[in-house]
């Protein structure tokens, strides 16, 4: 209730699940500097050169990509860094001896 109630008063759109909440806003080109997170297009990526996001006291990298509910998202949407990720942990477990 409190989430939704900041995110209509800033015009923000807000996504709700049973143990998590997203906040998330859309912007145009010339205000990426503005999102943490960018996806798009390899031409729409390419426009964007911005690496760091000052913050407050603290200056934050982009990153490539970005862990959401437990899915690796990256910036083109491609699924395959989630890939590798599932394949790297199944390996792991697959190599660990019995217990």
Known sequence: MYLAAISS????HLHQYADDSQIYVGVALRDAAHAVMWLGSNRQ????????????SAIVRVSESARDLGIVL??????????????RSGFYHLRQPDR
Do not use: G, R, Y
């Open 9 to 12: 008063l800033l015009s923000l």
């Open 45 to 56: 990526l390419s426009q964007i050169t911005i690496s760091v996001i000052p913050l407050q």
């Open 74 to 87: 990256n910036c083109k949407l491609t699924m395959s860094e989630h890939v590798s990720a599932l394949c």
